[in-house]
C-alpha cells in the first residue's frame, strides 16, 4: 500500500531531524573562537553545556504531547491515549542513566568523527539484549542472538577502521579516536540499563512515549544544569581543552558563543533536532509501522556518514562501508525485518511462525524515541 502525503513527511521528518543531531552536535564541535579572558582562539569543547541542550530539547516533548492531546480532543472520536496518572519520580533513575551516557557520548564526539559515533550507538543491541534477559526474563529467538554477535563484529570492524585511519590531515590522534570509540561504547552499557528500565515503567504504569521522554528530559535538564556549577571549579588538567582546564566552563561557552553566534545556531539545532526526531520516530510508528522507524534509524547512519565525507569534515575508509553494512545486518536481525524477506520463501514460513510464537509481547512495539533510543540520539 502507497504511503500517504502525511506519512511521507513524517519518515522525511525523522530522518532529516535524526541526521541534524548528530550533524549539529558535530558543527559546534568544530568551531573555534575566544573565550572570556585574553586566551588565544580555541575549540569549542563543552560538551556537558552541550547536553543540557539536549535535555532541553526533550523536555520540550512535553509540550509537544499536551499540544497533541489538546487537538485531538478536539476531534469527534480522541485516538491518543493519555495513559495512566503516575509519580514522575519513577523517571529519575533512567533519566539519571541518560545524562551520563549523554554526557560520555558529547565528550567522544569531541575525541571521533560522527559517523563512527553513530554506528558505534549500534552496540545499545548487544548490551540492551543481554540485559532484558537478566531483567526483564525475555527470551531471546535465534534471529536476535544472531543480530548481536553481527552487530559486534561490526564494531570491531568499524573500531579497525578508526585504527587504521590515521592520516596526517586527520584533525583527531589516534589515541583519541580509540579512547572515544570505548567512550561511546561504555556509554551504550548505560544507555541499556535506562532502556530496561523505561520498559518496565512505560509498561506498567501505560505511559504515553512523548511524555516519557518528556519526563526524563526535565530532570536531566534540571540536574545537569546544576551539577554546571562544581563542575566549573573541578580542575582536570590536561583531561579537558578550555582555558581553565576544569570539567566544564560553562561561562568560556558563553562568551565563545558571543564571540561567533554561529555555535548557538548548532546548538539550537541539536535542541530543536531532538525534540522533532522523538515526535517523529513516534509518529512515524503510529502511523507506519516500528519496523519503518528502525529502518529510517539506521539510513540516518549513512547520511551522517555521507555528509560528514562531502564535508570534508572526515576521510573515506572502505572499512567503514563494510562496518556499516554488517552492523545494518545486525540490527534487522535482532529487529525482525528480515521476516518479510523469508515470509516470500515458502520453506521458511514454518521457522517464522515459530519466531513470532517465540517473540516476546510488545517487543516491537518497544521504542521510546532518542536519547537515546534512543532517548538521548536519545541523543
Not at 17 to 38: E, P
Not at 83 to 103: E, R, Y
Not at 161 to 167: G, I, N, R, V
Not at 286 to 309: F, H, N, Y
Given at each position: 500500500?502507497?504511503?500517504?502525503?502525511?506519512?511521507?513527511?513524517l519518515?522525511?521528518?525523522m530522518?532529516?531531524?535524526?541526521?541534524?543531531n548528530?550533524l549539529?552536535a558535530?558543527?559546534a564541535?568544530?568551531?573555534?573562537?575566544?573565550?572570556?579572558?585574553?586566551d588565544?582562539?580555541?575549540?569549542?569543547?563543552?560538551?556537558?553545556?552541550?547536553?543540557?541542550?539536549?535535555?532541553?530539547?526533550?523536555?520540550?516533548?512535553?509540550?509537544?504531547?499536551y499540544i497533541?492531546?489538546?487537538?485531538?480532543?478536539?476531534?469527534?472520536?480522541?485516538?491518543?491515549?493519555?495513559?495512566?496518572?503516575?509519580?514522575?519520580?519513577?523517571?529519575?533513575?533512567?533519566?539519571?542513566?541518560?545524562?551520563?551516557?549523554?554526557?560520555i557520548?558529547?565528550?567522544?564526539?569531541?575525541?571521533?568523527?560522527a559517523?563512527?559515533?553513530?554506528?558505534?550507538?549500534?552496540?545499545?543491541?548487544?548490551f540492551?539484549?543481554?540485559?532484558?534477559?537478566?531483567?526483564?526474563?525475555?527470551?531471546?529467538?535465534?534471529?536476535?542472538?544472531?543480530?548481536?554477535?553481527?552487530?559486534?563484529?561490526?564494531?570491531v570492524?568499524?573500531?579497525?577502521?578508526?585504527?587504521?585511519?590515521?592520516?596526517k590531515?586527520?584533525?583527531?590522534?589516534?589515541?583519541?579516536?580509540?579512547?572515544?570509540?570505548?567512550?561511546?561504547?561504555?556509554?551504550?552499557?548505560?544507555?541499556?540499563?535506562?532502556?530496561?528500565?523505561e520498559?518496565?515503567?512505560?509498561?506498567?504504569?501505560?505511559?504515553?512515549?512523548?511524555?516519557a521522554?518528556g519526563?526524563?528530559?526535565?530532570?536531566?535538564?534540571?540536574?545537569?544544569?546544576?551539577?554546571?556549577i562544581?563542575?566549573?571549579?573541578?580542575?582536570?588538567?590536561?583531561?579537558?581543552?578550555n582555558?581553565?582546564?576544569v570539567?566544564?566552563?560553562?561561562?568560556?561557552?558563553f562568551?565563545?558563543?558571543?564571540?561567533?553566534?554561529?555555535?548557538?545556531?548548532?546548538?539550537?539545532?541539536?535542541t530543536v533536532?531532538?525534540?522533532?526526531?522523538?515526535f517523529?520516530?513516534?509518529?512515524?510508528?503510529?502511523?507506519?509501522?516500528?519496523?519503518t522507524?528502525?529502518?529510517?534509524?539506521?539510513?540516518?547512519?549513512?547520511?551522517?556518514?555521507v555528509?560528514s565525507?562531502?564535508?570534508g569534515?572526515?576521510?573515506?575508509?572502505?572499512?567503514?562501508?563494510?562496518?556499516f553494512?554488517?552492523?545494518?545486518?545486525g540490527?534487522?536481525?535482532y529487529?525482525?525485518?528480515?521476516?518479510?524477506?523469508?515470509?516470500?520463501?515458502?520453506?521458511?514460513?514454518?521457522?517464522?511462525?515459530?519466531?513470532?510464537?517465540?517473540?516476546?509481547?510488545?517487543?516491537?512495539?518497544?521504542?521510546?524515541?532518542?536519547g537515546?533510543?534512543?532517548?538521548?540520539?536519545?541523543?
Amino acid at each position: 500500500m502507497a504511503w500517504t502525503k502525511y506519512q511521507l513527511f513524517l519518515a522525511a521528518l525523522m530522518l532529516i531531524t535524526g541526521s541534524l543531531n548528530t550533524l549539529s552536535a558535530k558543527w559546534a564541535d568544530m568551531f573555534s573562537a575566544k573565550g572570556c579572558r585574553d586566551d588565544p582562539e580555541h575549540e569549542f569543547t563543552h560538551p556537558f553545556v552541550q547536553a543540557v541542550g539536549m535535555f532541553l530539547g526533550e523536555f520540550s516533548c512535553i509540550a509537544v504531547f499536551y499540544i497533541l492531546l489538546w487537538y485531538d480532543r478536539r476531534r469527534p472520536e480522541p485516538k491518543i491515549n493519555p495513559g495512566q496518572s503516575f509519580n514522575p519520580l519513577l523517571f529519575f533513575p533512567p533519566a539519571m542513566c541518560d545524562m551520563m551516557a549523554t554526557s560520555i557520548m558529547y565528550v567522544a564526539l569531541n575525541m571521533t568523527s560522527a559517523s563512527s559515533f553513530q554506528m558505534l550507538r549500534g552496540a545499545v543491541i548487544v548490551f540492551t539484549g543481554l540485559l532484558s534477559v537478566a531483567f526483564l526474563g525475555r527470551r531471546l529467538i535465534f534471529s536476535q542472538w544472531l543480530g548481536i554477535f553481527t552487530t559486534i563484529l561490526g564494531l570491531v570492524i568499524v573500531g579497525l577502521a578508526d585504527f587504521f585511519s590515521e592520516h596526517k590531515d586527520n584533525p583527531h590522534k589516534l589515541s583519541d579516536v580509540l579512547t572515544g570509540d570505548l567512550l561511546i561504547i561504555m556509554a551504550q552499557i548505560i544507555v541499556s540499563v535506562q532502556m530496561v528500565l523505561e520498559e518496565k515503567i512505560v509498561y506498567k504504569h501505560d505511559v504515553h512515549p512523548l511524555r516519557a521522554v518528556g519526563t526524563e528530559g526535565f530532570f536531566g535538564f534540571f540536574v545537569l544544569s546544576l551539577l554546571l556549577i562544581p563542575m566549573y571549579f573541578i580542575h582536570t588538567f590536561n583531561f579537558s581543552d578550555n582555558p581553565r582546564q576544569v570539567l566544564e566552563d560553562t561561562l568560556d561557552a558563553f562568551c565563545q558563543i558571543g564571540h561567533k553566534p554561529l555555535i548557538l545556531l548548532a546548538l539550537l539545532g541539536n535542541t530543536v533536532s531532538i525534540a522533532f526526531f522523538n515526535f517523529a520516530g513516534i509518529s512515524v510508528t503510529k502511523e507506519i509501522s516500528a519496523t519503518t522507524r528502525m529502518v529510517l534509524d539506521s539510513l540516518r547512519t549513512l547520511v551522517i556518514w555521507v555528509v560528514s565525507l562531502a564535508l570534508g569534515w572526515e576521510l573515506f575508509h572502505g572499512l567503514q562501508v563494510l562496518g556499516f553494512l554488517v552492523l545494518l545486518v545486525g540490527t534487522a536481525l535482532y529487529n525482525g525485518l528480515h521476516r518479510p524477506l523469508l515470509a516470500r520463501i515458502p520453506c521458511c514460513v514454518d521457522m517464522m511462525n515459530t519466531e513470532q510464537q517465540e517473540d516476546s509481547p510488545g517487543e516491537r512495539e518497544r521504542l521510546l524515541g532518542d536519547g537515546n533510543v534512543q532517548a538521548g540520539d536519545q541523543s
